[in-house]
């Protein structure tokens, strides 16, 4: 699988919107962009993911560049909650495919 | 989104015991199964891929003799730490893939060997 570059840090503050970067400049073309993100000691949490396509749910919204080497993860208004590591990771579209975590984006929301 | 659970979500244990740790998905069957450690102020580390059915497949540097991994189910796979050491101590997280091809996590087994 493709690696990802992040920043190790980001502050935003709360009710701003949160932009996260990530360069997955190796991704291939059947390899999917993931967002998971991890609040202290819990298991982590499915954000979105996408493809070719800029993808939105309730949570955040997804922009991947057209050639698809770089992302940013959007949190439209961050509150205290959001708070966590945020993971971008590239995997391959099999169930065999395991997702492989670099250091992720440290996220501070800060009232 | 599908539901993962782990049990138990933390356990203390003498060191040269065995602890077993259970992943189940709950509302959804789960073919593949993964298993990850935590260290403190580290990322997630793949330990291993547990396939229903077959044995698993662990990653370089895993013991499998140590980490024992069986998926007798379609739902539930379970990581038993043999002869756990302090060393072993960690955060044990399982994820589980849906028919979709979808990855949840559980909320994770902190390990504590004392």
């Known amino acids: 699988d493709a690696k990802t570059t992040q920043p190790p840090s980001m502050d935003c503050a709360e009710g701003r919107a949160a932009n996260l970067p990530c360069n997955h400049s190796t991704i291939s073309g059947n390899e999917y962009v993931y967002w998971y993100r991890q609040i202290h000691s819990q298991g982590p949490q499915y954000i979105i993911h996408g493809l070719k396509n800029n993808e939105t749910n309730e949570m955040a919204s997804l922009i991947i560049t057209e050639d698809r080497k770089s992302s940013t993860l959007i949190l439209p208004h961050a509150t205290l909650r959001d708070t966590a590591v945020y993971y971008c990771i590239v995997r391959g579209g099999n169930a065999g495919n395991m997702l492989t975590f670099g250091g992720g984006t440290r996220l501070m929301v800060k009232p | 989104g599908a539901v993962v659970s782990q049990h138990p979500s933390w356990v203390i244990c003498k060191s040269g015991t065995s602890v077993k740790i259970e992943c189940r998905s709950l509302d959804f069957q789960a073919t593949t199964m993964f298993w990850y450690r935590q260290f403190p102020k580290q990322s997630l580390m793949l330990m291993a891929t547990?396939?229903?059915?077959?044995?698993?497949?662990?990653e370089q540097g895993v013991e499998k003799d140590k980490f024992l991994i069986n998926h007798a189910s379609l739902t539930l796979s379970t990581l038993t730490v043999t002869s756990a050491h302090p060393e072993d101590s960690s955060f044990y997280i399982c994820s589980a893939v849906t028919g979709g091809n979808e990855q949840f996590f559980g909320p994770g087994t902190r390990l504590t060997v004392l």
């Open positions: 547990s396939n229903e059915g077959s044995k698993a497949t662990y």
